[in-house]
């Protein structure tokens, strides 16, 4: 795992999270990855963000810390049995890395902070730079409780986030980064270039007292000279004096000292030390590596109780209280039996009218027989023999062939199709016996009467959602619950056309599209037997086209089955005539099939039918 630690000063890290837009790409968030968010909540991060934007002075908005995951580290977080246990890894990961940063605090009532893993879509960029999972981590350095900045861990040197790297490596289980090549951002910078001789001369020494000893005995530098030691109430570091140099404006050569302290001289820094922090990171263990810092987090939590207002600290107080009270509370109302909401699963029936009609319907509709016209998808069927009702819905006209005991439930579902459909009830026009116009008047003013008072409710509230706009994108971990479970009922309701799309659209075709939509590497691919498509790279078993989409690239079900349909009407016309087994396509054109014996009856008859016409 490789860690990028940055500071913004200028804000909108919230809406580049939100959009993904960047200069040098063309690709938006949704199009580069799938979203799943791990801490916090975007809107609020985003409302922070701007309000410490345009109402604070401070010099830096937000810490943004990006994790980056190489592919054997990403199978280990896969590895885990389920999704929830993967997800607590990465919540724990970045819970230790605000804990890390703003040790002292109490990340629940003073941190803001948003965290979402990105899992690449796009597997490689404009470039042709593979993108591998990562996790980006935004906290803000608003302090919400007293409204003042934030004080982060952040020292002279970097020794302390290397420090946390190869601690968080050890304890789940990631590579450890090898030493890291020291790039100099200005390479025209004699000091730079110094700075970087230097670390490679020093490679093999492993502490303050080798340093000197060799500046001493083998570079013959004198102390006071060619060099001092640093040793202030702020600083702690080795000097070497006037050994590189600057040009300034006029061109003239300024000798200036170099400081060995930074980015590869950690391990010279800091004499007062104990003897392990002397040692080099790589040859440390993970003991070691979490006593350095848990001494750094005792301090830290002294530092920031001194530093807390006599305020901070009462609404601190107070806050824990109130918690232990709600804590007592809700025992104390649950301890005994207590009366319950209810929410059920939609009935069989209730799955198929949402397919057809994309809203829910109150009625369970249990004993309805439902069938979906194979050559008009708009036009549906209900039939209830043991009431006596058969409703079609002929797109522009629902019809219905009832008994006249049974007006009132024909005319409800009737108008709960109308609905469904988008109708307005006041526009439409009754055709019918007497008695079934009276009754659809009086329903259609009893359902009128129901929305005007829901309409007056929502009326009331402070904020009016008009149009709803189903989000592209989950932006807390409660969006991406529900956007999960959305899935998963589409996943059950499309369970015969799953079977029908790995069976018959061509998993060349797939690969093909996979190639330009999401630049996978056609090397890591090919096309095997059974129709399934097989990664080289890795010993899994090949994947059907459906386990394709959603493991390999990481696309949702539902979108998945989206595109497979897409690439259905664009397969060649030979490919998709290949389905001969008569038995399964009667049981792909009817998938809803029930034990009615009547019913039965009617597709046998379709099907003795299709036979005739084929002889």
Same mark, same amino acid.
């Given at each position: 795992?490789?860690?990028?630690?940055?500071?913004?000063?200028?804000?909108? &890290?919230?809406?580049?999270?939100?959009?993904?837009?960047?200069?040098?790409?063309?690709?938006?968030?949704?199009?580069?990855?799938?979203?799943?968010?791990?801490?916090?909540?975007?809107?609020?991060?985003?409302?922070?963000?701007?309000?410490?934007? @345009?109402?604070?002075?401070?010099?830096?908005?937000?810490?943004?810390?990006?994790?980056?995951?190489?592919?054997?580290?990403?199978?280990?977080?896969?590895?885990?049995?389920?999704?929830?246990?993967?997800?607590?890894?990465?919540?724990?990961?970045? #819970?230790?890395?605000?804990?890390?940063?703003?040790?002292?605090?109490?990340?629940?009532?003073?941190?803001?902070?948003?965290?979402?893993?990105?899992?690449?879509? &796009?597997?490689?960029?404009?470039?042709?730079?593979?993108?591998?999972?990562?996790?980006?981590?935004?906290?803000?350095?608003?302090?919400?409780?007293?409204?003042?900045?934030?004080?982060?861990?952040?020292?002279?040197?970097?020794?302390?986030?290397?420090?946390?790297?190869?601690?968080?490596?050890?304890?789940?289980?990631?590579?450890?980064?090898?030493?890291?090549?020291?790039?100099?951002?200005?390479?025209?910078?004699?000091?730079?270039?110094?700075?970087?001789?230097?670390?490679?001369?020093?490679?093999?020494?492993?502490?303050?007292?080798?340093?000197?000893?060799?500046?001493?005995?083998?570079?013959?530098?004198?102390?006071?000279?060619?060099?001092?030691?640093?040793?202030?109430?702020?600083?702690?570091?080795?000097?070497?004096?006037?050994?590189?140099?600057?040009?300034?404006?006029?061109?003239?050569?300024?000798?200036?000292?170099?400081?060995?302290?930074?980015?590869?001289?950690?391990?010279?820094?800091?004499?007062?030390?104990?003897?392990?922090?002397?040692?080099?990171?790589?040859?440390?263990? #993970?003991?070691?590596?979490?006593?350095?810092?848990?001494?750094?987090?005792?301090?830290?939590?002294?530092?920031?109780?001194?530093?807390?207002?006599?305020?901070?600290?009462?609404?601190?107080?107070?806050?824990?209280?109130?918690? $232990? #009270?709600?804590?007592?509370?809700?025992?104390?109302?649950?301890?005994?039996?207590?009366?319950?909401?209810?929410?059920?699963?939609?009935?069989?029936?209730? +799955?198929?009218?949402?397919?057809?009609?994309?809203?829910?319907?109150?009625?369970?509709?249990?004993?309805?027989?439902?069938?979906?016209?194979?050559?008009?998808?708009?036009?549906?069927?209900?039939?209830?023999?043991? +009431?006596?009702?058969?409703?079609?819905?002929?797109?522009?006209?629902?019809?219905?062939? *009832?008994?006249?005991?049974?007006?009132?439930?024909?005319?409800?579902?009737?108008?709960?199709?109308?609905?469904?459909?988008?109708?307005?009830?006041?526009?439409?026009?009754?055709?019918?016996?007497?008695?079934?116009?009276?009754?659809?008047?009086?329903?259609?003013?009893?359902?009128?009467?129901?929305?005007?008072?829901?309409?007056?409710?929502?009326?009331?509230?402070?904020?009016?959602?008009?149009?709803?706009?189903?989000?592209?994108?989950?932006?807390?971990?409660?969006?991406?619950?529900?956007?999960?479970?959305?899935?998963?009922?589409?996943?059950?309701?499309?369970?015969?056309?799953?079977?029908?799309?790995?069976?018959?659209?061509?998993?060349?075709?797939?690969?093909?599209?996979?190639?330009?939509?999401?630049?996978?590497?056609?090397?890591?691919?090919?096309?095997?037997?059974?129709?399934?498509?097989?990664?080289?790279?890795?010993?899994?078993?090949?994947?059907?086209?459906?386990?394709?989409?959603?493991?390999?690239?990481?696309?949702?079900?539902?979108?998945?089955?989206?595109?497979?349909?897409?690439?259905?009407?664009?397969?060649?016309? $030979?490919?998709?005539?290949?389905?001969?087994?008569?038995?399964? *396509?009667?049981?792909?054109?009817?998938?809803?099939?029930?034990?009615?014996?009547?019913?039965?009856?009617?597709?046998? @008859?379709?099907?003795?039918?299709?036979?005739?016409?084929? @002889?």
């Amino acid at each position: 795992m490789i860690v990028r630690v940055r500071r913004n000063k200028t804000g909108g &890290l919230a809406k580049y999270l939100r959009d993904g837009v960047k200069k040098d790409s063309n690709f938006l968030r949704n199009e580069k990855d799938i979203v799943i968010p791990i801490w916090g909540n975007l809107d609020e991060f985003e409302k922070i963000e701007d309000y410490v934007l @345009n109402h604070k002075k401070f010099s830096e908005i937000s810490m943004h810390i990006t994790f980056g995951f190489s592919d054997s580290d990403w199978q280990k977080i896969e590895s885990l049995p389920t999704k929830d246990e993967q997800n607590a890894l990465m919540q724990e990961l970045v #819970q230790d890395y605000i804990k890390h940063h703003f040790s002292g605090y109490d990340i629940y009532n003073e941190v803001i902070a948003y965290s979402e893993l990105h899992y690449p879509k &796009l597997k490689y960029d404009e470039y042709g730079y593979k993108r591998y999972p990562h996790i980006h981590l935004a906290v803000s350095f608003l302090n919400p409780l007293s409204d003042t900045k934030l004080r982060n861990l952040f020292a002279i040197n970097s020794y302390y986030d290397d420090v946390m790297v190869r601690k968080s490596n050890f304890k789940f289980g990631f590579e450890q980064t090898k030493r890291k090549e020291f790039r100099i951002k200005n390479f025209d910078s004699q000091l730079g270039r110094d700075r970087r001789e230097w670390i490679e001369l020093l490679d093999e020494l492993n502490d303050r007292e080798e340093l000197i000893y060799f500046l001493k005995n083998q570079m013959n530098f004198k102390e006071g000279i060619d060099y001092r030691v640093v040793d202030t109430k702020n600083n702690n570091y080795v000097k070497l004096i006037n050994k590189s140099f600057k040009n300034d404006k006029s061109g003239k050569k300024i000798v200036q000292d170099i400081n060995l302290q930074g980015k590869g001289f950690e391990r010279f820094v800091d004499v007062n030390s104990t003897e392990k922090n002397h040692k080099k990171l790589e040859d440390m263990t #993970q003991q070691e590596l979490e006593e350095i810092l848990n001494d750094v987090y005792v301090k830290r939590v002294e530092e920031i109780t001194k530093r807390r207002s006599k305020k901070s600290i009462e609404d601190l107080k107070k806050i824990y209280e109130d918690d $232990k #009270q709600i804590k007592k509370d809700f025992e104390k109302k649950y301890s005994k039996k207590a009366d319950y909401n209810s929410i059920k699963s939609l009935t069989f029936q209730q +799955k198929i009218f949402y397919k057809h009609y994309g809203v829910n319907i109150q009625d369970s509709l249990e004993g309805y027989y439902i069938k979906v016209d194979e050559n008009n998808e708009n036009n549906a069927t209900f039939i209830n023999h043991s +009431k006596g009702i058969k409703i079609e819905d002929k797109e522009d006209e629902i019809l219905s062939y *009832s008994n006249e005991d049974s007006t009132h439930e024909e005319v409800k579902l009737m108008l709960d199709i109308a609905l469904a459909k988008g109708w307005n009830l006041l526009e439409i026009k009754i055709d019918g016996t007497p008695q079934f116009i009276k009754e659809a008047k009086k329903q259609i003013l009893i359902k009128v009467e129901e929305q005007n008072q829901t309409q007056k409710k929502e009326e009331e509230k402070k904020e009016i959602k008009k149009v709803e706009i189903k989000p592209t994108r989950p932006i807390s971990q409660l969006d991406n619950f529900i956007l999960e479970n959305e899935s998963k009922i589409f996943e059950s309701e499309k369970v015969y056309d799953l079977k029908f799309l790995k069976e018959n659209l061509s998993a060349q075709i797939v690969l093909d599209f996979a190639i330009k939509k999401y630049n996978i590497n056609l090397d890591e691919f090919e096309v095997v037997d059974d129709n399934k498509i097989n990664n080289k790279t890795n010993r899994q078993k090949p994947k059907s086209i459906i386990d394709f989409f959603t493991k390999e690239i990481g696309v949702s079900i539902k979108e998945t089955t989206e595109i497979c349909n897409n690439l259905m009407t664009k397969q060649p016309k $030979k490919i998709v005539d290949k389905i001969e087994d008569e038995e399964k *396509s009667q049981e792909l054109i009817y998938p809803y099939i029930d034990e009615n014996l009547e019913q039965n009856k009617e597709i046998l @008859n379709e099907k003795n039918k299709r036979k005739k016409r084929k @002889n």
